[in-house]
Structure formats: structure tokens, C-alpha cells
């Protein structure tokens, strides 16, 4: 049987629309430690998801056996008839014009061409450039993948993509003086081979973060100004802003941003995008209910300008779905992610922001944060940052996070820089996406700052 | 079935002159998601792999495939294997494991039965029932069962079913300009998690956060539920009692076996064999037969953790920690059933006069897993005043070290099971509330 005549055989028994997404995956994940391999796992995997909408309910069921897909199919619409019985709330899915195509996104070396030996010598190569005598282990970690994916709807919509990636992280340890510190730093993008190239470059970046993390002391507490660095300004605008952005959050009551839409969020200066068509980590031509991907301008001059939706939330919201449905794979169903989110550049240099800060913190790089969307509350730390004091930077600090609420926080912006960098990230919410973010270095007036 | 196609892939990897070991798993995971005071969707699904790792001229290669083509991942395991380097590892041969209950039948039956539905309904329905304005916003009721097969060419064949439980709702109360919100979230191997009680409580927890006070000045004596402890914890203490870190410098233990690293009352040992802790099983993923480890006793740094090959590039031997979160992982050194005690405070006896009590925190992922250095958001949090809970606190961050706030913590005796998954990795913690001093607070 057919992906469609499945999908059509559900309606067929009542429900009001039915989705499969069949994907097959190739990964390679390599791990080097201290220029020794320590990990190599190579596998291939396919199964599929079925979606099944009826009345209000919604019933989903994967497997890894894709010959019992038509019973996962039956156990879908039983699953949603049992949850619409208990339904009040009205739901349905937002329309999309229904596509059929082939979308393959571009690698100029495929990662089936490129030999084990030859990813292994890449790793050893970052290896030996990282060697220091105060560098007491690296770590080196290397995943290629490539998603095939086949999406079919009962509305006739079909889509087949291949999407391939790549990512690399180097983790180093130093000690000296009784003090051991780490640094990261990742590197990647939706393409081939040809992404590793990055990698290089970021040796001297963790090298010399880790330099002074050796020699930094605790950070301060207290509410203070902070400089971000591109990095970090990417972190915060994906966990203070981003995440309260997502259709499905604003529609559970689960956002600070709800009913907001048109509203001043933030100062003229601030302007937010997530955009799955710019290249980056998180880009794709399609996203997992086959909706063609496009730019989302959350923020447009201070003004909420847009969420990012799914078809569920875009039908609950009365607005279009614009490509934001995202599955991490086959085991699960795909809810509101991000891409690539974006801070747009000013038109400031960094020792103007600098001048600006009579006593506070420019921090760099980061290793992750959190929020609570409905609280509109985040958090995310530096992997370094420094003092700075009546405009100069003084000295190194480390273990510093900071923390503000969302809605205050965007309007403290007071500096944007005029040029912009991205990185690479996992965002997770449930499920892991391959994401970038970034933006200049910018100015925030006053946040809280977490030393110790 | 499970375990015919491990030792299809065992035949196979004789066939090709090679040692090695093979892990099947087969599951099913089912979940109730809720949203908005209500079940929103209800996601269902099954798998099946094995992990294949072979030892050719005494270097190790790892593959995953499916049932079917168990020769295809022995060859590629082969393949890799190359890449690797010599390592003197052998093969358990297990005969005998422990004995532990892990398995609940009537788990099977809830979700065969589709009552789950119930569930997740009475946690929703306890949540509206504390105020009109407090609405269950987010959460999940998620049933799991999986079917573990373990075997290697020393002649271990094992096989165990495990079943387990996790639910959490999200308590919110929508305010004008910020909303409120607490989680209460409980796990277990069996089907004894109390539903109603759990949604009351944390519907009854926003209730008491309708107050807001100032952020007290730095320090303070802080008191943490479990939940909350036991964020911080995982991210901090548990990666430095790992075998590997330990060797290669990245914990503080390192040489520190023996000497007094908490509180003289502090407790804490791996022990899977505890009947339905939420890692409680009777071997590793490796073919160990699970026995409790103690790690610190009484203060005291008494072992670390280890798996076979950590075991051999340490030379201590494996201590039955080998576990892998998917067939598609290698085997990696995990705790497996940690269980934190030392205390017999009642929770409530446990608050200062005056002080801050934190029931849930966030961005503790965050921390420095190598000097045990953290810096979070109170994310619940409540000043004590007089003894008792005041007005909450709004963004307050607290910061410290793991390891000095070890030495000087206090343990109540309200156990908690704790559960976190994050990739393959996961924890498994059982612990009660902490109290403790000097932490230094900020912002608001
Ligand atoms: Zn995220």
C-alpha cells in the first residue's frame, strides 16, 4: 500500500486529516580523545510517525518496523478518538497549499565519499593543534548525518528532502595552578564534508578562552551592565526571547509574548529573526509537516512582529503557518522549533559599548542556558567574561551566569554593534534540534549576575 | 525475540573469529501529553535495535542495526574496530545476577487499556480543584516498558523486563504582565505514583506564590527540595565520581580516595538492587551482575564508578556501572540507582528562622561539571521568615560549589525519586531536601 492511499484510507474512516513522515537516517559519530579514538559508531535506521487528527483529538504512533506501519496508522485513530472524547478545546490545522517535490540541500563532499580514516586524521589534525603544555586533555567530537525524509498528507501534499549535517566540538581541559577549567567551542552547518573547514579557525578561540579561565577569578554579584559577545547574544536571544515566541507555547498559555502580537517588546533598536532559509545549523528547505520554510521577523523594530507556528497553532491563532514544525526524528511528532535566530546588527563599535560601562561584565561564549517561557524568566552562563571598570577590561572572571526577566530585558538594549557572527547549538525542549544563533555584540544595561 | 536476534549476532561474530558482546532492546514508550487543562495528544512508540561491539586483534569497533541484519553490524563493528586502540579487555562471564524488582505487569495493562488517559486526567482535574484561576498549563503522563537482552562470546546470555512511569504537570495562574507557574513531578518503576496528590500539590504550590518579597541580601541559609537538589547535583557531583574523569583530571576527587570530602552524615551509594528504584535492574549493560557501590560513606570518598573499558585503562575492574541510554549508544560509565542520605529532618524542621527556601531551579546544565562551581535561577522560590514560608522570590539567582557545600549540608529524611534524561545520558537519583549556609544569593 501506498504512503497516500494509507493516509486516505484514515480520512476515509473519519478523521479530518492524517500525516506520515517516513525518514532514514545515516550518522556517523566519531569521538578523539586525547588524539586517541574512543568512540566510532556508524549506523543507518529508518521508521516513521503517523499522525491522525479526529474532531479535536490527536493520536500519534511511530515504529521502527515499517512494515507494521498501517497498524501503527490504526492505533493513531483509535489514540485520537480516545482523546477527543475528552476534548473541549477546538483544534485543527491551518492551511497550507498542498506541494509535491524533491528537495535535496547541497553538499559539495559527501559524507559517503569521505573514508573513516580520512575523518579520523581531520580529528587528529584539530588534535595536534590544540597540544599546550597547560592543556591537560582535548577532546574532539565529530557527527555527520543525512536525513532522507518522505512526507505525506491526505490534503496531497508530498514532500521528499535530504538534509545533511555536520557538527564538531572540541572540548579542552587545562590546569595550572591547582585550577582545572574547560573551554568548548562548536562548529557546523547543514551541508558536506566541506563544513570541518570551520574547526580550524576555533582552535585559537578555545585556546585563548582557556588561557584566561585559568587565570580568572569569581565573578561579582549583583545586578550590573553586561556586554555580550556574538555568541552570547545569540544564547540569550533564543533562550529570552525565542523560545516564548513558538506558536505552541503562546496558543498552551505557556508565554510571556501571548496576545502581544503588534505590541512594543522591546527598543526600536532590536530587531529578531528565525530563519530556516539562512544557512545555518538549523536550516531546512521543508520543516516536518511539509510546509515550505521561510523567514519568520519575530521582532521588527522593537515590535512584535510574528511567532513561529506549526499548523495547530497558526489554525488556533487565526494566522499562517510559516514552516516551524520541527521533529529531532522519527520516534517522535513534531512540535515548534526554532532554526537560525538571529539578532540584526546596528551601527555602534564595541569600544563605544565599552565606554558606556562604568563598572560591569563583557562576557563571551556560552555553554547553554534555560527559560520558563510562562514566567518570561531565563538564565544562561558565560564560559568567560571579564571585568570591566570605568570603560576597560581588567581582569578574567569565571562562573558567571545572569538572569532576567524576558520582557524587561529586551528593553534595557542600549548598544548594538555593527557586525554579526553565528554558532552552532542543541536547542532541547523535550526533543534535540540542530540549531544556530547569533547576532552582534550588544549593551544590555542592567541584568542580574550570578558570581559567587 | 529480542534475545534470539543477540544470539543470532553472537553466532555470527564466531562465524567471523571474533569476540564481542551484543545488546538488544526492544520498547515501547507512551505518552499522554497535557496542555491547557486538558490531554492534548497522545504519542505512541515502539522500537527495536541491538548494539553491536566486537574485539578484533584487541581492538574494540561498535555498530547498530536491526533485527535482521545482524551480520551486516557485526562487519561494520569489524570495520570500525580498526580505528581503535589495543586495549586488554575481556568479557564477562556471568552465570548469576542479582535479584530486583523493576517490573510492574499492571503497567502493561494501563497501557494496553488506554486508562492512561485516567491518569493524566486525575492529575489535571487535582490541579483545577485547589483554585478556579490555576490551570494545568503543561505536563505528561508517560508509560514506558522495555525488554533488555545482553550477551557476549564468554557464553552471558541475560535477560530482564523493566516497566516505568514518569508524570509532571506544570501549575500556572495567568497574571496581567507575568504569569506564575510551579512543577511537581514524580517517577517510579511501578504503579503506586499517588495522581491526584501529585497535581493538588503543585496546583497548592503557585497558590502559595501569589505573595512576592524582596530578594534578602547575601548570604543565606537555603533550604532545597529534592527536586531542586537534585538538578544542581547531577550536573556537579555526579560527573567527578566517574572512573574515567577521575583519571584524566577532571574531578576534584582525583587522589582523594579515603579522605572526608561531606558532612560525616553524608551517605551516598550507587545501588541498583534496590526493589523498583527507578534504575534498579539486575545486570549492566555490559553483563555485570549489579551490586550497590558505596561512593561516599559517612562523609567519606569510598569508590568511583566504572565500566569494563574504564575498568581496564584504570585498572580497577568494572563496578557493573556500563550502561547505554539507546542500542545506538556504546556502553559509558553511568550511576545507575544513586541514593543520597544522611538526615532525618522533617522538612519543615529543617527551616531557619529567617532564610530562602528553592523548590525547583534552573539553567543547572550550566555548571562546571569539573570544579563543581554553579550559578542558577530560583526558579520557585520562597523567603522564610520566622520559620516558616513568606512571599516568593522572582528571579533570584543562588551560586556556590557543590563540593564545599557538601561539607557543610544538612540531609531531611522526605526521599524523593528523581529522574533525567538528557541524550543517552541518565540520571537516577533518590534524595531528600537539603539545607544549606552561606549560599550567596542575588538580583530579583
Ligand atoms: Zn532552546
Known amino acids: 500500500m501506498t504512503l497516500k492511499k494509507m493516509v486516505d484510507g484514515i480520512v476515509e474512516q473519519g478523521a479530518r486529516f492524517c500525516d506520515v513522515r517516513k525518514e532514514r537516517w545515516d550518522v556517523n559519530h566519531l569521538v578523539l580523545k586525547d588524539g586517541n579514538v574512543e568512540q566510532m559508531v556508524s549506523g543507518e535506521e529508518e521508521g516513521a510517525m503517523v499522525r491522525v487528527l479526529y474532531g479535536n483529538g490527536w493520536g500519534c504512533v511511530g515504529t521502527s518496523a515499517l512494515e507494521r506501519l498501517e497498524d501503527a496508522a490504526r492505533r493513531a485513530l483509535a489514540m485520537a478518538k480516545q482523546n477527543h472524547t475528552f476534548k473541549e478545546e477546538k483544534t485543527g490545522v491551518a492551511t497550507i497549499n498542498p506541494v509535491t517535490c524533491k528537495e535535496y540541500m547541497p553538499a559539495k563532499i559527501r559524507f559517503e565519499d569521505v573514508s573513516f580514516q580520512e575523518k579520523v586524521s581531520f580529528m587528529k589534525e584539530i588534535h595536534n593543534f590544540l597540544e599546550r603544555d597547560w592543556v591537560k586533555s582535548a577532546d574532539i567530537i565529530y557527527r555527520d548525518s543525512v536525513v532522507k525524509k518522505e512526507i505525506v498528507n491526505s490534503e496531497g501534499t508530498h514532500v521528499m528532502m535530504e538534509i545533511p549535517r555536520l557538527v564538531t566540538y572540541m572540548v579542552v581541559t587545562g590546569k595550572e595552578n591547582g585550577s582545572i577549567q574547560q573551554a568548548s567551542e562548536g562548529g557546523g552547518g547543514t551541508g558536506g564534508y566541506e563544513l570541518r573547514e570551520g574547526a580550524y579557525e576555533k582552535v585559537d578561540t578555545v585556546l585563548d578562552r582557556l588561557r584566561d579561565l585559568l587565570g580568572a577569578d569569581t565573578a561579582p554579584s549583583g545586578r550590573l551592565p553586561l556586554i555580550m559577545d556574538h555568541h552570547l547574544t545569540g544564547v540569550f536571544v533564543h533562550e529570552a526571547f525565542g523560545h516564548a515566541a513558538e506558536g505552541d507555547l503562546v496558543t498552551s498559555g505557556n508565554s510571556c509574548l501571548a496576545r502581544k502580537l503588534g505590541e512594543m517588546v522591546a527598543g526600536e533598536n532590536v530587531t529578531i529573526t528565525d530563519d530556516p532559509t539562512f544557512p545555518g545549523y538549523g536550516s531546512f528547505p521543508y520543516d516536518d509537516e511539509g510546509t515550505k520554510a521561510r523567514p519568520r521577523i519575530l521582532v521588527d523594530g522593537g515590535k512584535l512582529n510574528d511567532y513561529i507556528l506549526d499548523r495547530e497553532s497558526a489554525w488556533k491563532l487565526g494566522l499562517e503557518p510559516n514552516g516551524g514544525a520541527r521533529a529531532e526524528d522519527f520516534r517522535v511528532k513534531p512540535i515548534v522549533r526554532m532554526s537560525n535566530t538571529l539578532m540584526k546588527a546596528g551601527d555602534m563599535k564595541l569600544e563605544e559599548l565599552l565606554e558606556d560601562v562604568h563598572r560591569g561584565i563583557y562576557a563571551r561564549s556560552s555553554s547553554g542556558g534555560q527559560v520558563s517561557p510562562a514566567q518570561g524568566t531565563f538564565q544562561f552562563n558565560a564560559q568567560v567574561a571579564y571585568l570591566v571598570e570605568k570603560g576597560e577590561i581588567t581582569k578574567p572572571l569565571r562562573d558567571v551566569s545572569f538572569s532576567g526577566f524576558t520582557l524587561d530585558t529586551l528593553r534595557k538594549i542600549t548598544g548594538i554593534t555593527d557586525e554579526m557572527k553565528t554558532g552552532v547549538g542543541h536547542c532541547g525542549k523535550g526533543q534535540s534540534a540542530p540549531v544556530s544563533d547569533g547576532g552582534p555584540q550588544v549593551l544590555i544595561s542592567e541584568v542580574t549576575v550570578g558570581g559567587r | ?444
Open chain 2, 1 to 444: 525475540m529480542i534475545l534470539e536476534s543477540v544470539k543470532e549476532a553472537l553466532e555470527k561474530m564466531k562465524k567471523h573469529g571474533l569476540q564481542g558482546d551484543v545488546y538488544g532492546m526492544e520498547s515501547r514508550n507512551l505518552a499522554y501529553a497535557i496542555n491547557k487543562g486538558e490531554v492534548s495528544d497522545i504519542s505512541d512508540f515502539e522500537e527495536v535495535g541491538l548494539g553491536i561491539r566486537v574485539r578484533k586483534d584487541g581492538k574494540l569497533g561498535f555498530a547498530y542495526c536491526v533485527p535482521g541484519k545482524e551480520e551486516r553490524g557485526v562487519l561494520k563493528a569489524k570495520e570500525l574496530s580498526g580505528f581503535s586502540q589495543k586495549l586488554d579487555l575481556t568479557f564477562p562471564s556471568t552465570e548469576k545476577v542479582s535479584k530486583v524488582k523493576n517490573f510492574d505487569e499492571r503497567i502493561l495493562t494501563v497501557m494496553d487499556g488506554g486508562e492512561g488517559m485516567d491518569l493524566a486526567r486525575d492529575m489535571i482535574e487535582a490541579v483545577r480543584d485547589v483554585k478556579d484561576d490555576i490551570v494545568a498549563t503543561n505536563g505528561a503522563l508517560i508509560l514506558y516498558t522495555d525488554s533488555i537482552a545482553v550477551g557476549n562470546t564468554s557464553g552471558t546470555l541475560l535477560e530482564g523486563s523493566s516497566t516505568s512511569l514518569l508524570a509532571g504537570v506544570t501549575a500556572t495562574i495567568h497574571g496581567e504582565r507575568t504569569s506564575l507557574t510551579a512543577s511537581e513531578s514524580d517517577c517510579s518503576r511501578r504503579l503506586d505514583i499517588d495522581f491526584r496528590n501529585l497535581g493538588r500539590s503543585s496546583g497548592e504550590k503557585v497558590d502559595s506564590m501569589r505573595e512576592s518579597s524582596d530578594t534578602p541580601t547575601s548570604p543565606q541559609t537555603v533550604v532545597m527540595s529534592p527536586d531542586a537538589f537534585s538538578g544542581i547535583f547531577r550536573f556537579t557531583l555526579v560527573p567527578s565520581i566517574s572512573g574515567e574523569n577521575v583519571r584524566k583530571n577532571k574531578s576534584v576527587y582525583n587522589g582523594k580516595l579515603g579522605e572526608s570530602v561531606a558532612d560525616g552524615k553524608v551517605n551516598l551509594v550507587d545501588d541498583p538492587t534496590k526493589d523498583w528504584g527507578m534504575g534498579s535492574r539486575a545486570f549492566d549493560d555490559e553483563g555485570l551482575s549489579c551490586t550497590p557501590l558505596p561512593v561516599i560513606s559517612d562523609g567519606v570518598l569510598k569508590n568511583f564508578l566504572y565500566d569494563l573499558k574504564e575498568g581496564v585503562k584504570s585498572r580497577t575492574g568494572s563496578t557493573g556501572n556500563g550502561f547505554r541510554g539507546s542500542f545506538k549508544s556504546p556502553p559509558m560509565i553511568s550511576d545507575m540507582n544513586l541514593i543520597l542520605k544522611g538526615g532525618d529532618s522533617e522538612t519543615d524542621a529543617m527551616f531557619p528562622e529567617r532564610g530562602v527556601y528553592i523548590d525547583e531551579v534552573m539553567g543547572a546544565h550550566t555548571a562546571n561539571p569539573v570544579s563543581g562551581d554553579f550559578s542558577v535561577v530560583a526558579n520557585s522560590a520562597w523567603k522564610i521568615e520566622k520559620g516558616q514560608r513568606a512571599g516568593r522570590l522572582d528571579g533570584m539567582m543562588i551560586s556556590g560549589n557543590i563540593h564545599e557545600c557538601m561539607l557543610r549540608m544538612e540531609l531531611g529524611d522526605d526521599h524523593r525519586r528523581t529522574f533525567f534524561r538528557m541524550g543517552p545520558r541518565q540520571i537516577k537519583l533518590e534524595l531528600p531536601s537539603v539545607r544549606i549556609s552561606g549560599m550567596s544569593v542575588s538580583g530579583g
